[in-house]
């Protein structure tokens, strides 16, 4: 028959020295008689399942299930039953639990169940690792939660850890908690888990939590000092970069690189580069041409290592290659413009002298009043040059025959 074992705002934690959290253990036994099995605990922090029995078996068989329905089975020998710590099992979708003695039809079977409002748990909890020690995680209020709710991010970066609650809350227009921002985060291999509550005057509110993995969440930097090495006598250009930095990964072999090389001069729609994927920190480029200009960026992503399998950030575009050679056009235009000036320099010149000499008239000379002729000597003048044309001879020679 059914019977609730009471609250168990304490069992998780024994686990972390969290804000009390709302949950409790209800465990259902045997219908045929009462169940000897009693007093069910689990110690989350040590992940063991204890009990009570009113009669000692020698062997019990415990059970323990996630909401996936990932399960993991043990058999002991006393009323305790230990789980390996790896099991990151989050509380707040629920957790159960089976006691049964083997050969016999006695077991217990129990779900730890949180309490709360349903529908007040935050939504779309999310974390980002960026820059090579910041964090930034945000959520979104439960649609059902009460307005005057408030939530508080509460985490571990390992299991011995001491829990840290978040020191610079991301707010939003009505002042209630919606992320949080950290900094000098280190990743290491362990699992973080991240719990978050709220409260209200009006009711009890759900928590959320949930293990994650920080190295798949951060965004890997740009690979550093990328050049370019290319020659003019070489029909090829040698491409080396370094490795990003990250606070947790010294092993080199830990990343493969995406290479995008584009020609610049051309446009997208003439042709495209395909991405090159190596492991490698260096490259040939065979396909170089020194008159052309290209752009290259390269970024990095895990392969085979605790490193995040996305691709990180573009390192900063750079150009090499020779490019068009725009020094000879210049020359050639210089010469052509300074042809064209020595040609028309003189022409110039010469207009706007003749233009000048008609556009300005004589100086008037002044007039000399000892050989100026008088108006009656003009008159007599003109009549003596008349009678000479008048008294001409005129001669006819004729040919005699």
């Known amino acids: ?15 972390i020295p969290f804000h009390p959290l709302h949950a409790d253990i209800q465990c259902t036994g045997s219908e045929a008689q009462e169940s000897p099995i009693t007093n069910v605990k689990m110690n989350w922090r040590e992940m063991e399942l204890s009990w009570e029995s009113s009669k000692n078996f020698s062997n019990y068989r415990c059970t323990i299930m996630d909401s996936d329905r990932e399960s993991l089975e043990k058999e002991v020998n006393s009323p305790l039953c230990k789980f390996p710590v790896e099991q990151y099992i989050p509380l707040h979708k629920g957790v159960f639990f089976t006691i049964e003695v083997p050969n016999t039809n006695i077991s217990e079977n129990c779900t ?23 964090m930034n995680c945000t959520w979104q209020a439960g649609k059902d939660a009460p307005g005057d709710t408030q939530y508080f991010l509460y985490w571990q970066n390992s299991r011995y850890d001491k829990a840290m609650e978040c020191e610079l809350y ?5 002042g209630r908690n919606t992320g949080c921002r950290f900094q000098n985060v280190t990743i290491m291999t362990e699992k973080a888990y991240f719990l978050v509550n709220g409260s209200s005057k009006v009711s009890l509110i759900q928590f959320y939590d949930e293990y994650i993995d920080l190295y798949k969440i951060e965004i890997l930097t740009p690979p550093l000092n990328v050049t370019a090495d290319c020659t003019r006598d070489s029909a090829s250009c040698t491409i080396t970069w370094q490795p990003p930095l990250t606070n947790h990964v010294k092993n080199m072999n830990c990343f493969q690189y995406e290479i995008s090389i584009k020609n610049k001069d051309e446009s997208k729609e003439v042709k495209k580069y395909l991405p090159i994927t190596v492991r490698d920190t260096r490259y040939v480029f065979e396909t170089y041409d020194e008159k052309k200009t290209y752009i290259l960026k390269i970024r990095a992503s895990g392969k085979n290592c605790l490193v995040s399998s ?42 706007r002298y ?13 007039r000399d009043k000892f050989n100026e002729l008088t108006e009656e000597d003009n008159q007599t003048e003109h009549m003596s040059l008349s009678k000479n044309i008048t008294n001409e001879e005129i001669t006819i020679v004729e040919e005699m025959t």
């Open 170 to 174: 991301i707010k939003d227009e009505n």
């Open 310 to 351: 996305k691709w990180g950030e573009w390192s900063e575009p750079i150009e090499f290659g020779q490019g068009k050679d725009y020094f000879i056009f210049a020359i050639l235009f210089l010469i052509a413009l300074g042809t064209i000036t020595v040609t028309l320099l003189p022409y110039c010149l010469f207009k």
């Open 354 to 366: 003749c233009s000048s000499k008609g556009m300005l008239s004589p100086v008037p000379q002044p």
């Open 112 to 134: 730890f169940t949180p309490g709360g409002m349903d529908g007040s748990a935050i939504e779309n909890f999310s974390c980002v690792i960026y820059t090579i020690s910041l």
């Open 1 to 15: 028959m059914p019977h609730t074992l009471g609250l168990i705002c304490m069992i998780c934690w024994c686990m």
